[in-house]
């Protein structure tokens, strides 16, 4: 997937390539069920997109499967909650959730949102993990699956959801290399060096080549919160007025008819305005026009 694409499918996939590898994880080496695993990210996003930022970052980066897979039993319990599904055997506390998103949360939250967290997290089931996990072998390793803290109960749960069919229409967002090279055409010498030695008279002279860094050198990826939408015009008109001309091009997914868009590509024209704009972070926050809007380094494969 590395390479300077626009493909709005690609593109999805590279800014979600943390969530795809942790998928992998809690499919292939902890045994989970593959679908039950695409609702459980989705709630996780969910989360990140009413301000829990980087909770899936801190969920895989957890020491310890039965830690995370405590954290999968709770997010399992909150889907439950959502489609009507109560487990009746535990209570509403949500100790392990509570302590990354620094605030109390239990069930009950699911009850009282109960409308807008369904409309979020079906969103973002149907719009994205059904994508960006649609390659990921569904396959889970056969010397695990027997994992004695795998929670592989559930089969469904987000039940009425079904893939949205995609196309992916590379006429009309492939990008050609953004690389330009500066060569002067062959040419031929019989003149002796300063040395007394013919040169070749077949060897291309030297030339200093002018090489720009490629759009993935130049790129950050971009995501917005639900309910706040921004405009590639925006984005593009904040970045420059706060370091001067420096954006090339902002890309940004295109949702179905309603929705707003969800995530993006910026590009800038030079490849230092990735750590300027970032400051040394690997994830950063901006304002523009009082909404959110978080750029993430990535470096392709």
Not at 12 to 40: C, I, S, T
Not at 144 to 158: D, I, K, M, Q
Not at 229 to 252: D, H, L, W
Request: hydrophobic fraction near 35%; glycine fraction near 6%; aromatic fraction near 8%.
């Amino acid at each position: 997937m590395a390479g300077s694409t626009r493909d709005p499918i690609i593109l999805m996939m590279l800014f979600h390539e943390a969530e795809r590898d942790f998928y992998r994880r809690l499919v292939r080496q902890l045994g989970q069920n593959p679908e039950r695993m695409k609702q459980v990210i989705a709630l996780w996003l969910w989360f990140e997109s009413i301000g829990h930022h980087e909770f899936i970052q801190r969920v895989s980066s957890l020491k310890g499967d039965d830690v995370i897979l405590g954290f999968v039993s709770e997010a399992e319990a909150c889907l439950g909650r959502l489609m009507g599904q109560p487990e009746r055997t535990r209570g509403d506390e949500l100790p392990l959730t509570s302590s990354l998103m620094k605030k109390k949360m239990d069930l009950r939250f699911f009850e009282s949102y109960r409308d807008e967290a369904i409309k979020g997290v079906m969103h973002i089931f149907q719009n994205v993990c059904q994508i960006i996990f649609s390659d990921v072998p569904m396959e889970r390793a056969p010397e695990n699956a027997n994992h004695p803290n795998a929670h592989c109960r559930h089969t469904s749960g987000l039940h009425d959801i079904r893939s949205p069919t995609r196309e992916r229409s590379r006429q009309e967002d492939g990008g050609a290399s953004t690389s330009a090279v500066g060569m002067s055409p062959p040419q031929f010498s019989t003149v002796p060096s300063p040395l007394g030695v013919m040169l070749n008279p077949m060897a291309r002279p030297w030339t200093p080549e002018i090489v720009r860094s490629t759009e993935d050198q130049r790129s950050l990826f971009i995501t917005f919160s639900i309910g706040q939408p921004i405009s590639g015009e925006e984005i593009m008109q904040y970045f420059n007025a706060r370091y001067g001309p420096c954006v090339e091009v902002v890309s940004m997914d295109r949702p179905p008819p309603g929705q707003q868009p969800m995530y993006g590509r910026l590009v800038f024209t030079d490849a230092s305005m990735v750590s300027r704009v970032l400051n040394g972070l690997h994830t950063a926050k901006f304002f523009i026009n009082g909404k959110h809007l978080w750029a993430r380094i990535h470096t392709p494969r």
